[in-house]
Each structure stands twice: as structure tokens, then as C-alpha cells.
């Protein structure tokens, strides 16, 4: 089956404790991003990646990071989380650039920061 | 910069009602036009969407039409089921304009279906 996990689901943690959120994808896709859902304000692009080494931020990539080693994963971040940080996350993955394309979406992680 | 404005929420209908879910669009180029859902306590799923002007999207009983000239594409359904409840975003790709890389959402409106 096709699609975009993500782990944990759910996570609570402590201001500057360093996390990382994974995401895979099992289509082969070569374009993935990383999205924060936060109410009143849908949905944020915070980085993406055209390929293996290739990422480049979103609209908010403060206070993130994300690595591209292998196609298939594309983990997100946080070397030190602050409670703003505290927000719903998706990973997406798309097969093609053009804006037809699309995006497919991970479940979700529910992150909270104390 | 492009953007998408959605109709505030939640929409509370009965089961059997027509919905509506206005949806309009900012953009300086020919953007694509998506309605994506998400279900309680899942990610987002594409619904349907429009590539071109005049285009209509459907997909499970629903509908939108990317009209150009009112920069608009209200979903609508004509008779709604407990099981459409969710949120439902509007969005827009636009690559020579906002870039390939995002789709731009709206702030999500949340229909509410009782039996």
C-alpha cells in the first residue's frame, strides 16, 4: 500500500530536550516536505527536499532541521523545541513538480512542548 | 504573495443537506486547485481538484469548479453524510509564482453532519 508514515504520533516533551520526528515514504517519490498545522492557520510549509541532499526551507523553518540521506525518509529536527513549536506536523511526499501532482500526506504527529 | 481564503467554520448541517464551503483564491499566475479532507485523527487526502479554468473537479459526490473569473472554487455536495464530517482545506499550486515546492492552504473549515 501506498503511503507516508510518520513517528511517534503523538509526543509531549520538555523546552531544549532535542527530538526528531521521522517520515517515510514507500513511493519512490522524489519530493517531500514537512508541514505545522496550527488552528486559524492551516497549513505551513516549514522545509522541503527535491532529492537525496537537496533541501531548502519553507515559510517557517525556524527552529528546525531536516536531513535527506535516502529518498524513502526525509526526518524532521527540533534541536532545542520551545513551547511555540507546540503544533500538529505532516510529512508529505509528491511524484512529479508540476502542480498537478499530488501530495501525499503522512497522519500526523501531535507534538507538545512544556 | 498568492493565498486562499476559506468560509469560517464549523458548518453544521443535517444529514441529506446541500453543502456549500466557499473557497476563493489570490494569484498572479494560472495556478491548480485542490480540496484536500481530513478525517478525525488523520492526514490530509486529496478530494479533488482543477487544473485549468472552467475546470469542475469531482470525486465522491462532490464538486468544484475553478472559476477564473470570480477567482473562486466552492465545494459543494448535494446531499451530505455523517461520514463527510471533517475539516476540508482549500489549497493552491502555483510553480511559476509561489514555486513547485508547497501547495498554499486555507485555514481549514470543520463540517459537522448529524444524522
Known amino acids: 500500500e501506498a503511503q507516508v508514515t510518520q513517528n511517534p504520533r503523538y509526543l509531549i516533551t520538555v523546552t531544549g530536550k532535542k527530538l526528531t520526528v521521522t517520515c517515510s515514504q514507500n513511493?519512490?517519490?522524489?519530493?517531500m516536505s514537512w508541514y505545522r498545522q496550527d488552528p486559524g492557520l492551516g497549513l505551513r510549509q516549514i522545509y522541503y527536499?527535491?532529492?537525496?541532499?537537496?533541501?531548502d526551507k519553507g515559510d517557517v523553518p525556524e527552529g528546525y532541521k531536516v536531513s535527506r540521506k535516502e529518498k524513502r525518509n526525509f526526518p524532521l529536527i527540533l534541536e532545542s523545541p520551545s513551547p511555540n513549536q507546540t503544533s500538529l506536523y505532516f510529512c508529505?511526499?509528491?511524484?512529479?513538480?508540476?502542480?498537478?501532482?499530488?501530495?501525499?500526506f503522512g497522519p500526523g504527529t501531535r507534538l507538545t512542548v512544556t | 504573495g498568492d493565498s486562499v481564503t476559506q468560509m469560517e467554520g464549523p458548518v453544521t448541517l443535517s444529514e441529506e443537506a446541500f453543502l456549500t464551503i466557499n473557497c476563493t483564491y489570490t494569484?498572479?499566475?494560472?495556478?491548480?486547485l485542490f480540496w484536500y479532507v481530513q478525517y478525525p485523527g488523520e492526514g490530509l487526502q486529496l478530494l479533488l481538484k482543477a487544473t485549468k479554468a472552467d475546470d469542475k473537479g469531482s470525486n465522491k459526490g462532490f464538486e468544484a469548479t475553478y472559476r477564473k473569473e470570480t477567482t473562486s472554487f466552492h465545494l459543494e455536495k448535494g446531499s451530505v453524510q455523517v461520514s463527510d464530517s471533517a475539516v476540508y482545506f482549500c489549497?493552491?499550486?502555483?510553480?511559476?509564482?509561489?514555486?513547485?515546492?508547497?501547495?498554499?492552504f486555507g485555514t481549514g473549515t470543520r463540517l459537522l453532519v448529524s444524522p
Open positions: 527536499s527535491m532529492n537525496v541532499e537537496v533541501t
Open positions: 508529505a511526499s509528491r511524484e512529479g513538480l508540476a502542480d498537478s501532482y499530488e501530495q501525499y
Open positions: 494569484a498572479t499566475g494560472y495556478p491548480s
Open positions: 489549497a493552491l499550486s502555483d510553480m511559476w509564482n509561489t514555486g513547485f515546492q508547497k501547495l498554499v
Open positions: 513511493m519512490n517519490h522524489e519530493y
